[in-house]
């Protein structure tokens, strides 16, 4: 295949999997929507299941009425899991048709296009990745809108046709610190997004049904907001505190630089160094935490996609149209820009 | 607390004991600051205060990062400048305030650690405690009735609790066990690995340096390490010029190319300069490929190639046919194409000093709709520069230092043409234009390129990178390992025997109702892998 068919290629998954993503969308709202009709207090199994983490409320009551919508239910909930795993599938396809379009092939990381469509990546393939293991089933409908609305974003205002990187970027640091960087970027937005439930949650007044009735208890949300956090920590470390200081070194001359992006990467962490903290302080614990949380994906998007546009001393090189050579912190180079 | 009141009262009574009143309120004082200090509740508002200190400096120029965007900047904001530096914004991360937070964060931190490292210490042979009186009170339990003896079963609770890594301790009806003790290991290790991190950084910041320098490529040029060969030259402010490395090094040749087609046509790549270098004046000579991501390490030191730009040889020759200037000249390019700009100066000539100020074009072309040349290609198919000429006095005399890439054009006058325009020479290689009046002449005798080179040594910076990784090591086993505690206990109950399992988790984040289903699964399968 040449470049251009790769670039097509890719260009028709990203199309292919908006698609998927928002049948499934459609499927997983339908699925809520019925699920309204079934009470949520309804009988003693009813109850007990809303304790199992992430499960979705589903009662096995003695109606038979209920019992038919119980299984549409299920049966609309697993068919947009698949859905999604579909187009997981397909986004995928995307990626790696991006980086064999550019020539020499390289990693789908040359622009800000790129990482978004990376990004959305790993939220949609952590949380399928995860739906069994932490039961997300409750999280299904929020995150497929997020990854079909920032993938939108990306289509509409970020697309640019695909391009060689500079020479900076072209090192297996990169490869290692971006893969880090995105993959705990994807574990504190689903965490982010779980906070925000928990908040919701947490203020709800118990209700017969609807969505929020059917989160998880406040205390399984936070739980699995902190596995999701606890996971996405070591390894946000490992990508701007170790692979991103060695990667600057390399390129730059010097490990910690106080450029923007660094700086903001370095508020996050110690942002959420703070939630880790506020989760075993009393007075703290519980709504504080989540706020801290959702103040840590803040900085976390800001840093991804606002800096950009509010800074021009940043050196990471895809930020603007620095040149290849003449960027970096010399006065010199900079010194004679117009 | 009586005691306390009366001392804080303004009685002048003498207090029943012999201490001066004042002075256990001052070590009282103490101890409560030192408490307040060290609790977690403020050292998670000075980790908060610390992200949110971190922000100004990422929106407003920092001189450190970027000494001429600062200048620039102030200069456009002649009301703020003064307010914003004497808050020390225009360098946040060594101002007073931001210092004083991370100290703080650091001392919070060291007090933290060292009674819970002395706690771990004492802790960290301890037996299990005893079980509870009410093993099913505990949140996550069971309980089930078995034939055999007690003692057995606990027996076999033993066997299957060691199996399972517990630290196990047996009482008359009940087992105990523990694990997870490394999760506090783990903990106390990133704490203070985060203190050996912010050593190896204020070691690079210190006793580090960082410089740049400009150098012709050709082995006619060449550098060696002393401050005096930097064109810019940043130490640390305990930074000692005696431990500047001896070595000396010249650019033999320099290649790079650029992209022909494709969205990003006319980007360069693969930059490599070829280095000749001695580690030392008596050194044997060596060579080096140096490239972007690339570097040449020097003992501790480093040397990064970080820009590339062209210097056109220029001679002027004056009234008297005397050389006046014949140099390589650096012009500092302004965009992607190496479009540049430079100056030459040539005091000493005759009848008056000369000054050329303009611009050097690798691939010239000219633009109908801005009047103007430009260039359209950085490598040099069609060179040419183009400048204006400054007779007059160019301030060299007094002693003042200049910039080499500015001209003083306070006591010039440009030269101009009969029909009052500006005399602009063009010239390519080669090529040479005579100046009216005689003044004398101009020549553009060849091109030559330049790299610019960083040098720095950063002190500190393997114990900055293993403190990370110590850090991260630590961490892994912070959240990952989960500490817990359980216990079996059995009695006669009847003709069977009662067994009670219960567990407790002890981080908080743990799930261990499925620890306590395993455990009673364990227990009811028959002991027959024990041989
Ligand atoms: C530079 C400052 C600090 C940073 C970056 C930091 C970071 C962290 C992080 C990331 C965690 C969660 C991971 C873990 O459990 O090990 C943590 C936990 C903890 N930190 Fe800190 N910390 C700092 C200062 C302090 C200070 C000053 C104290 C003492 C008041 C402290 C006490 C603790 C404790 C007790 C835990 C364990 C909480 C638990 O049991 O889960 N930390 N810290």
């Known amino acids: ?338 | 607390m009586t005691n306390t009141t009366e001392r804080t009262s303004l009685s002048t009574r003498p207090s029943d004991d012999d201490r001066r009143p004042g002075e256990l309120n001052f070590r009282e004082l103490l101890r409560w600051i030192w408490r307040q200090v060290t609790s977690m509740r403020t050292a998670l508002i000075l980790l908060l205060l610390l992200a949110l200190a971190a922000v100004p400096g990422s929106i407003i120029p920092q001189e450190g990062v970027d000494s001429l965007k600062t200048s620039n900047w102030q200069a456009d904001h002649p009301k703020l400048t003064p307010i914003y530096d004497r808050l020390g914004l225009f360098s946040v991360y060594d101002s007073p305030w931001f210092s004083a937070i991370y100290l703080l964060l650091m001392l919070s931190l060291v007090g933290c650690i060292l009674p819970r490292l002395w706690h771990y210490w004492r802790g960290f042979r301890a037996q299990p405690p005893a079980a509870p009186r009410n093993l099913t009170r505990l949140p996550d339990h069971a309980s089930y009735v078995v034939e055999g003896e007690a003692a057995a079963v606990l027996e076999r609770a033993e066997a299957v609790l060691r199996r399972r890594r517990y630290r196990v301790s047996v009482g008359p009806d009940a087992v105990s066990a523990e694990r997870g003790y490394l999760r506090e290991a783990g903990n106390l290790v990133f704490h203070l690995a985060v203190v050996v991190v912010l050593v190896g950084f204020a070691m690079g910041g210190l006793l580090g340096y960082k410089g740049g320098v400009i150098l012709l490529v050709g082995d006619s040029y060449g550098f060696s390490n002393t401050p005096d060969q930097y064109d810019d030259f940043n130490p640390g402010s305990l930074f000692d010029a005696d431990r500047m490395e001896p070595f000396t090094f010249s650019i033999d040749d320099f290649s790079w190319d650029i992209y022909t087609d494709g969205p990003r046509a006319g980007m360069s790549r693969n930059f490599a300069s070829r280095l000749t270098y001695r580690d030392s004046l008596d050194g044997p000579e060596k060579t080096y490929d140096l490239k972007v991501n690339h570097p040449l390490s020097i003992g501790s030191t480093e040397v990064f190639l970080i820009g590339h730009g062209y210097a056109p040889v220029i001679t002027v020759r004056d009234g008297t046919g005397k050389k006046a200037y014949s140099l390589p000249t650096v012009f500092l390019p302004t965009d992607q194409t190496l479009q540049s700009i430079g100056v030459v100066k040539a005091p000493f000539a005759s009848p008056t000093q000369i000054g050329l100020e303009g611009e050097f074009y690798p691939t010239v072309a000219f633009s109908k709709q801005t009047g103007s040349y430009f260039s359209t290609l950085s490598k040099p198919a069609d060179p040419m520069i183009s400048m204006l000429v400054y007779t007059g006095d160019l301030g060299m005399s007094d002693g003042a230092p200049q910039s080499v890439y500015a001209l003083d054009k306070t006591k010039t006058t440009m030269l101009k043409k009969k029909n009052g325009a500006p005399f602009r020479i063009d010239l390519r290689p080669g090529e040479t234009v005579t100046l009216p009046d005689g003044l004398g002449s101009v020549t553009f005798d060849r091109l030559e390129e330049w790299n610019k080179i960083q040098i720095s040594q950063t002190p500190g910076k393997f114990l900055a990178l293993g403190g990370v990784v110590l850090a991260l090591i630590g961490l892994l086993g912070s959240l990952f390992i989960r500490p817990r505690r359980v216990w079996v206990r059995a009695r006669r109950e009847g003709d069977g025997t009662l067994v009670e399992v219960a567990a407790l988790d002890r981080s908080g984040g743990g799930d261990v109702a499925a620890v306590v289903d395993d455990l009673v699964k364990a227990l009811q399968q028959q002991p027959e892998e024990k041989q």
Request: charged content about 10%; some cysteine; hydrophobic content about 50%.
């Open chain 1, 1 to 338: 295949m040449t470049d251009v068919q790769w670039e097509s290629l890719s260009n028709w998954a990203v199309a292919a999997c908006g698609v998927v993503y928002f049948l499934a969308l459609l499927v997983h709202l339908a699925e809520w929507a019925s699920l309204r009709k079934v009470p949520v207090a309804a009988g003693g199994a009813a109850v007990a299941s809303v304790d199992i983490p992430g499960g979705v409320a589903v009662m096995t009551g003695p109606e038979g009425e209920q019992d038919g919508q119980v299984r549409r239910t299920e049966f609309l909930g697993r068919l947009g899991y698949l859905l999604t795993v579909l187009a997981v599938a397909v986004h995928l396809v995307s990626l790696v048709g991006r980086g064999m379009a550019a020539n020499p092939d390289r990693v789908p990381w040359g622009n800000m296009y790129e990482f978004t469509l990376t990004g959305t990546f790993v939220v949609a393939a952590l949380y399928v990745a995860l739906y069994q293991r932490f039961r997300l089933a409750w999280m299904a409908p929020i995150v497929v809108a997020f990854v079909l609305s920032v993938l939108m974003v990306a289509v509409i205002w970020l697309y640019s046709p695909v391009a060689p990187l500079t020479e900076a970027l072209s090192s297996y640091w990169l490869v290692i610190h971006v893969v880090s960087a995105i993959i705990a970027t994807g574990a504190f937005t689903l965490g982010g997004i779980t906070s925000a439930l928990y908040l919701v949650k947490e203020r709800a007044t118990p209700r017969e049904s609807g969505y929020v009735a059917r989160l998880p208890k406040p205390e399984v949300l936070d739980r699995v907001s902190y596995r999701l956090h606890a996971f996405g920590f070591p390894v946000w470390t490992f990508a701007v505190l170790i692979t991103g200081p060695i990667w600057a070194h390399q390129a730059w001359s010097s490990y910690w630089n106080w450029d923007p992006k660094e700086v903001w990467a370095f508020i996050t962490w110690v942002v959420y160094a703070a939630y880790l903290h506020a989760r075993t302080t009393a007075g703290w614990k519980g709504r504080n935490a989540a706020i801290l949380a959702l103040v840590g994906v803040a900085t976390l998007w800001f840093n991804f996609i606002g800096i950009n546009y509010f800074s021009t001393t940043s050196q990471h090189s895809y930020a603007g149209g620095a040149p290849a050579l003449v960027t970096g912190e010399s006065a010199l180079t900079d010194s004679t820009a117009p």
